[in-house]
């Protein structure tokens, strides 16, 4: 039975929750508003920024200053390319684990889990001179099989546990009606685990996105992506609290959004299970 | 019944993500191993002998590498508090009967979204630096002296950043688990007499102890590998000020060039996750069970 409870201690949780996250959200919140602002306001007081006119001039100069959509581009194509890579090597796998376990399953899963405990600094020289011997530094490609090779232990477990929650008896029906493995895989299960797939996806474009170790070490100017676009500015040239908040606006957006679909996911897929 | 056919299918196809992992761990592992026992500087031509344990012994005894254990210690311990206890509060605050508690849910968990890059840039120019940013104004509207937060409190102030980026991740877990708990067995408590503080001690936080361990386990295995927020704020400094195990050994590797010593710092590194790691996975194993 839910409790009735009164109009003014609803009205108090309220506005103490909604003053906190205020709080919490405020930094977001200030840099959209920064972003808006001339070069010359956004470094005043925070009374005379918000009473100062509003411009678009900063993200015209980002793009102008520093081809900002070339690393845009990068960002898309490392993160949804490592995470589609890494699907179509941890369908199969998460597939045959969920629906034909064997004695060694729990191990598999566990020792896969264990390489996501690995720190990425103590592997970063043998990385670093691997991909100079092969040319691939400073190359989306690089970095596509790096992050695809991180976020894979991640990307098998979600879809593991999405998929254990498929009744195996409908697979079984459609193998007694004839189905081969590529149909039962193909026309069965994919459709039932497209909602597991989508949220595997969504979270692992997210981590991707904004992973900060590989992308910084692992580029210079060509393939850089926006986490280390954004690095570059930590070494300012005169004015740029605007133009850095029109990159950092434009950087976060799209996550920010993806992000608040898959709140829940994201539970599930950073805990691998372990809190659902 | 899985069939025979059906089980070497699956073997086939479990392969290619094995052979991945496994290569993706023993290759650059092995090559970290090896490296770490030789001599072996990039800008350094020639062969690269076999040293023995010297690079152990020079990373282990430089004092930069007591600084970096030490900033590693305070910066993981300093944000795991930060973020525990700020994350049962909002979990608790936000289970509350509330208006638009979804809206005030996204608002805090929105950090979180923001690469690290970009938060560490924006705390330190727009909120940190004591001339322009918005803590020097607000000093300076109240007439007093700014702190100046990357000299006066550098680690603290990175703590700061690192805790408001993982608190929303602390939030989100244990609100999840709150969601879980039984409210029935509360509202008996409370028609028993019990007050907040003992329905808190006695029924919330055991409720909660799980999801609570994991959470420090998780962000430990994260927080040892912080790198981007140094990297763009302090770099390391002032002097090793701000130097974690991580940054130190990027700056060995990649700015020294020096692969033997990096490799070394390496293998600690990997050593010290492994110690958290294993009670973490102990804690995932059971949950596979059940």
Do not use: C
């Amino acid at each position: 039975m839910a409790r009735a409870v009164s109009t003014s201690r609803k009205t108090f949780n309220t506005a103490i929750a909604g003053l906190l996250g205020f709080v919490m959200f405020f930094p977001v919140l200030w840099i959209v508003i920064l972003s808006f602002k001339s070069e010359f306001d956004a470094i005043r007081s925070p009374l005379a920024i918000l009473t100062s006119g509003w411009t678009l001039e900063s993200y015209g100069a980002v793009q102008a200053r520093s081809d900002y959509f070339k690393h845009f581009t990068n960002s898309v194509v490392i993160s949804v390319g490592s995470t589609f890579l890494g699907l179509l090597i941890a369908v199969p796998a998460a597939w045959s684990m969920a629906f034909v376990p064997a004695k060694r399953t729990r191990g598999v899963l566990m020792w896969m889990l264990s390489t996501k405990m690995l720190p990425p600094v103590g592997v970063l020289v043998p990385i670093y001179l691997i991909f100079r011997d092969l040319g691939i530094l400073d190359t989306n490609l690089g970095l596509v099989i790096v992050l695809m090779l991180m976020n894979l232990p991640i990307i098998i477990w979600m879809l593991y546990t999405y998929f254990r929650e498929i009744p195996g008896e409908i697979l079984e029906a459609a193998r007694m009606d004839g189905a081969s493995l590529r149909d039962e895989v193909l026309y069965v299960l994919t459709p039932m685990a497209v909602p597991g797939i989508a949220s595997t996806v969504l979270l692992n474009i997210i981590l991707a996105w904004n992973e900060a170790f590989w992308t910084l070490n692992l580029t210079a100017a060509r393939a850089a992506p926006l986490t280390a676009f954004i690095a570059s500015y930590s070494s300012p040239e005169g004015l740029f609290y605007a133009k850095l908040s029109a990159a950092s606006v434009m950087a976060i957006a799209p996550i920010l959004i993806m992000g608040w679909f898959s709140q829940k996911q994201l539970v599930r897929g950073l805990t691998f299970g372990a809190v659902k | 019944m899985a069939t025979k056919a059906s089980r070497s299918a699956a073997r086939l196809m479990i392969s290619p993500a094995v052979i991945l992992l496994l290569g993706w761990m023993l290759i650059p592992l092995g090559m970290t191993l090896y490296f770490s026992f030789l001599r072996y500087n990039l800008i350094i031509p020639g062969n690269h002998p076999f040293v023995g344990w010297e690079n152990y012994h020079w990373f282990v005894t430089d004092p930069s590498f007591n600084a970096a254990m030490i900033n590693t210690l305070l910066l993981v311990g300093g944000v795991l508090l930060i973020t525990v206890l700020g994350g049962i509060g909002f979990a608790l605050l936000l289970d509350q009967p509330m208006w638009g508690q979804g809206v005030i849910r996204i608002m805090v968990i929105a950090p979180f979204f923001v690469m690290p890059t970009v938060s560490a840039l924006v705390w330190k120019n727009m909120f940190m630096n004591p001339v322009n940013g918005f803590f020097g104004h607000i000093a300076h509207g109240l007439g007093l002296p700014p702190i100046d937060f990357f000299s006066q409190i550098p680690l603290l102030s990175i703590v700061l950043i690192v805790s408001w980026q993982w608190l929303p991740f602390a939030t989100l877990i244990l609100f999840t688990a709150l969601q879980s708990l039984d409210q029935e067995q509360l509202e008996a408590a409370e028609m028993d007499g019990a007050r907040f503080g003992s329905r808190f001690a006695f029924i919330v936080l055991p409720h909660l102890a799980r999801a609570i361990t994991v959470v420090i386990l998780i962000q430990t295995i994260f927080l040892l590998s912080i790198f981007a927020e140094i990297l763009v704020t302090t770099n390391g400094g002032p002097g090793t000020a701000t130097t974690n195990l991580t940054y130190l050994i990027y700056v060995s590797s990649l700015l020294q060039y020096d692969v033997g010593m990096g490799s070394a710092g390496g293998v600690i590194a990997i050593i010290l996750a492994n110690i958290v790691a294993i009670f973490l996975m102990r804690m995932i194993g059971k949950n596979l069970d059940a």
